[in-house]
């Protein structure tokens, strides 16, 4: 009957003297029966199922019995008010006199419908939570490639195939390992530093080497360290001024395909810029260089292998050409080269997001609306800026110096650049 019942009628009774159910029961057929003619004698409506069953819960103390009664009905609303009338006309229950009140007829229905705009609120806001904007599959899909594919090497950020790959691209950090997996190159390592790691000067030993680095003052060192603790087979710059990171998918190609034998770059670094190897004299061409990129696999795989045509690799001028208006090394310049105390937020396309005192850099880059995906900090990089880049999903943090904290989230670089370096 609860699954049909309309109505639910609640009743208070109050006997004086010691009553139990079964009583109850009975003194509501037996003083209700005639009460109402035949259409609405109760046991009458029980058995065609408009009535269901008689609930009641009672409990004595004190010499007097008190508790509840509950009837369900599938009848309209005026029978049903008319049956719970009826119910308050019972004086006695047993041998006891007694009185019942009808404290409230439920509407089951309405019941009901709040469970159902309840629960559609609750799946509404659910499926809105779960929705997928187009700015959202377009920031998710630039993470994964991002980082789906980078391993690590001996605690080092490496591309999947540096293990087993022959030759492998050295470069300076994370973020540069990731770039270049953008542009399916798999068998980049990043050296994390000037100190060049023992794995990594080991690994030199037996693999084909390109050195691939900033065009700055850092990446000419690390170049040196490079050279003195293990073997370079050939130098790649990126242009005077530009990061690795910084670079398009043309840029970086052709640095690669570019590149010169380092015994070459060591007899030219004095009458050279060895950031152009490819000097336009010819003395130094791709020919020249018996390794360069080879065209990427149906898998958008590249690695360093040996040379092929020129022009099978050859990129369009008017892509290689095209620059970015403002690099990574700019924003670096504009803030800590030029001591200014601040914190500037980037995105992906080196726009400024946000920018502020560099004491506030935690509040800025937990609250900033868009996702940052670079701080460029005027400033130490402090435990609680590292926490919340890695809450954020910023993927690289540079700033002046290493601040005191216990651990480094894996998912953020640090980059530290001094203001008096170019």
Known sequence: ????????????ITAAGIVERSDVVGAVFGQTEGLLGDDMDLRDLQDSKKVGRIDVEITAEGGRSRGEVTVASGLDKVETAILAAALETIEQVGPC????????????RSAKRREVVDRATELLTEFEADSVTTEDIVETVRQRVRVA???????????????????????????DVVQLLKYGVKNAIAVEGTDVP???????????????FDGDRGGDLILKELAQVGEIDYVAFAPRGQSVEDLSRADAMAALRDKIPYDEFVESEDGSDPNEPARADGSVTTERATQTLEDADEGGTATVTEAVEPSETETDPTESTQRPPETLSDHIEAVIGANTGQVRL?????????EGDAEEAVSLVAENERVPETVVLDGPCSQKVLDVAAQRGVDVVVATDHGEYVKQPTSVHVRIENGDQS
């Open 1 to 12: 009957m609860q699954d049909t019942a309309k109505y639910l009628i609640h009743a208070d």
């Open 97 to 108: 006199g007694a009185e019942i009140t009808v404290t409230d007829i439920e509407d089951i």
């Open 149 to 175: 594919d980078v391993t690590e090497y001996k605690g080092l950020p490496a591309g999947p195939r540096v293990v087993d790959s022959d030759a492998i691209v050295v470069v300076e950090g994370r973020s």
């Open 198 to 212: 023992d794995a990594v000067a080991a690994l030199t030993a037996d693999r084909t080497v390109t050195a691939f």
């Open 346 to 354: 980037l995105g992906a396309d080196l726009t400024v997001l946000a």
